[in-house]
Nanobody
Framework: QVQLVGSGGGLVQAGGSLRLSCAASGLTFSNYAMGWFRQAPGKEREFVAS?????????YYTDSVKGRFTISRDNAKNTVYLQMNSLKPEDTAAYYC????????????????WGQGTQVTVSS
């Protein structure tokens, strides 16, 4: 049974930083691309970042977080991270990690396994 457990969310002031973690179990982690998505109240879930491992390390970011967020993974710990710097109030959302076999994409529907979400709130 695949489980993704996200953590690290919280309340932070604008300009601050947070690091989200997502621990995976029940799958061969190195065979899976990992992604982070977010959903703000009243809005659709959207792509934030994703990372390959299989076939070579590649990362993808939505334009609004480029230069501020960094996705990384530690295959020895079966964990993916999202380092978020220079946070803005518009980054406020529930953040979800997700897993997809092999190649990373930016499409929500491509991801099969999902974590429970961790809340990030950025105050102005």
């Amino acid at each position: 049974q695949v489980q993704l457990v996200g953590s690290g969310g919280g309340l932070v002031q604008a300009g601050g930083s947070l690091r989200l973690s997502c621990a995976a179990s029940g799958l061969t982690f190195s065979n899976y691309a990992m992604g982070w998505f977010r959903q703000a109240p009243g809005k659709e879930r959207e792509f934030v970042a994703s990372i390959n491992w299989w076939g070579g390390v590649r990362t993808y970011y939505t334009d609004s977080v480029k230069g501020r967020f960094t996705i990384s993974r530690d295959n020895a710990k079966n964990t993916v991270y999202l380092q978020m710097n220079s946070l803005k109030p518009e980054d406020t959302a529930a953040y979800y990690c997700a897993a997809r076999f092999q190649s990373a994409t930016m499409a929500i529907d491509d991801y099969k396994y999902w974590g429970q979400g961790t809340q990030v709130t950025v105050s102005s």
